[in-house]
């Protein structure tokens, strides 16, 4: 496999301190922030904080502002971050058919931010697993025996959500350290027992998988590494799920990467591409292979 990116191995390094200073036990107030939990860009200015102020219903409103936690961080910052939190809650909520957010319980392990709502601990990983869940799966079966692999996982918030749900998945996530090493501890501790395994990019398997997925990741690699990550899913995977920055610039390496940029191949058949249901700036799309 092509050496990372010099943006991933400054990445790497912040985690590897943030680790050392915080301990695992910490991870969804430290590294957790270096994935796809926002905290520090909450604001009137962020596009998410926007588009889910203006898809709220305004009954959900007295819910959203009532009992506010106690501050967990700075003020302004701990306000916007429980109303953004329970905000995508509710709309997580609406767009859950199978009421799979009933069925999960957001994991102690990480010591996450104490949201609630209606007395229930909440999240955004939660909500946006959940919301993926149905865009890789647009007829969610739980029963079928689903093979997954996920590249870079991050510390493992949709592998949680696919192995709690779906009793006889497989699970394999591929990534670098000290990512995989996060994960493999996070997710023994919440899905003990669980049928989940964890491969270094020199070690991709030649298996079959149902589903490969990548969650903002592909566009802070080298080319040469998404060319890598390709060719494997052309030749292991039934389908892609790709969920991106639309346009995300990496200035440690500088590289610009945008959706067509992406080498997908000619004879995947693209069942569809669009913007997200909550992030603007992000694109996710599903491949047939």
């Known amino acids: 496999m092509t050496e990372v990116s010099e943006f991933w191995q400054a990445l790497n390094r912040k985690n590897e301190e943030q680790l050392r200073s915080s301990g ?70 609406r767009h859950d058919r199978l009421a799979l957010l009933d069925r999960l319980a957001e994991p102690a392990f990480g010591n996450p931010f104490g949201i609630t709502l209606n007395g229930k601990l909440i999240s955004q990983d939660l909500a946006n697993s959940v919301l993926e869940l149905y865009a890789m799966l647009p007829e969610v079966d739980l029963g079928t025996p ?41 997710l023994q501790a919440v899905c003990p027992g669980s049928k989940v395994r964890f491969l270094l990019p020199d070690q991709l398997p030649s298996e079959r998988f149902d589903l490969t997925i990548n969650i903002s990741s592909c566009h802070e690699m080298t080319p040469a590494q998404v060319e890598e990550y390709f060719a494997f899913v052309d030749r292991t995977s039934k389908r892609l799920y790709l969920k991106q920055w639309k346009n995300w610039h990496n200035p440690t390496d500088n590289l610009t990467i945008m959706e067509e940029n992406y080498p997908y191949r000619p004879n995947w058949r693209r069942l569809y591409s669009r913007t997200t249901q909550v992030q603007p700036s992000f694109f996710e799309a599903l491949y047939e292979i």
């Open 24 to 93: 695992i036990e910490n991870i969804k107030r430290t590294v957790a922030l270096n994935y796809f939990t926002w905290v520090g860009t909450l604001s009137w200015r962020d596009d998410q904080f926007r588009h889910l102020v203006w898809n709220t219903r305004i009954s959900d409103w007295p819910r959203i502002l009532r009992d506010i936690p106690p501050a967990e961080l700075p003020r302004r910052q701990w306000l916007y971050l429980c109303i953004f939190t329970r905000m995508l809650h509710l709309f997580a909520k």
């Open 146 to 186: 689903l093979n997954i692999c996920e590249i870079g996982a991050g510390y493992g918030r949709n592998a949680f959500v696919f192995l709690s749900l779906f009793p006889n998945c497989t699970y394999t996530i591929i990534d670098v350290p000290p990512a995989i090493d996060v994960s493999r501890e996070y």
